[in-house]
């Protein structure tokens, strides 16, 4: 998507480790505008899915999923952080390892928010190793629901969630593809190969 990639040019940084920082415009302050194109993209490449409902996780992923329930006419619920959970009748669990904090949380929602007949999207902010998309994988195997894609806003190609996702055969969209942020630059995955 390019105005997605003009605007990590412009406003992207590269933080040690790996991490891409786009906290002007996605994980901190938030583009509206830009969410809404978003949105919009995530309608385009996942209409004809039949999707239901839209899962996320809290807090980066909500502004991007908001946006793609809004254009597809469907709810978005978002997984709930926690540090560790007692009481989880009535909750879906799955525990994820955060790659920018190196903690591990749980994340959980409601079972009144998903039902059996349901086809899910799961939209995130960003793809590195997976663990979050991984989490809410396990979610919705917990829940027995369909996953009809996996849809987030950045990926970085050169880490492992990306043929994570795809060895498990689900449909992946991802808005800005990144093959390498060596040398504190962003260079984009220029071709589609998988
Ligand atoms: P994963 O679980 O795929 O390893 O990482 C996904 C989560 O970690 C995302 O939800 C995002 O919040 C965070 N994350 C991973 N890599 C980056 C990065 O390069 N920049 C930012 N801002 N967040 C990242």
Redesign the pocket.
């Known amino acids: 998507m390019k105005l997605l990639e003009d605007r990590i040019k412009r406003d992207g940084t590269v933080l040690p480790g790996?991490?891409?920082?786009?906290?002007n415009f996605l994980?901190h302050q938030i583009d509206p505008q830009l969410m809404s194109e978003i949105g919009a993209e995530f309608k385009r490449l996942f209409e004809n899915e039949g999707i239901t409902r839209i899962l996320t996780?809290e807090s980066?992923?909500i502004a991007p999923a908001l946006m793609t329930g809004f254009q597809m006419h469907v709810p978005v619920v978002f997984a709930r952080k926690h540090r560790s959970l007692t009481l989880t009748d009535d909750l879906y669990t799955a525990t994820?390892y955060?790659?920018?904090k190196q903690v591990n949380n749980d994340i959980s929602i409601d079972k009144r928010f998903i039902d059996p007949d349901d086809k899910i999207l799961i939209i995130?902010?960003?793809?590195?190793?997976?663990?979050?998309?991984q989490g809410m994988l396990e979610i919705c195997k917990a829940a027995q629901v369909k996953v009809a894609g996996v849809g987030v806003v950045i990926e970085?190609r050169f880490?492992k969630?990306h043929k994570m996702v795809l060895d498990q055969g689900i449909h992946l969209e991802a808005l800005a593809s990144i093959a390498s942020l060596d040398d504190h630059q962003v260079t984009f995955a220029t071709d589609d190969a998988e």
Not at 18 to 23: F, I, P, R, S, T
Not at 124 to 133: E, H, I, K, R, S
């Open positions: 790996e991490v891409l920082k786009v906290d994980n996780v980066s992923g994820v955060s790659y920018t995130d902010d960003f793809l590195a190793n997976g663990q979050a998309v970085k880490q969630g």
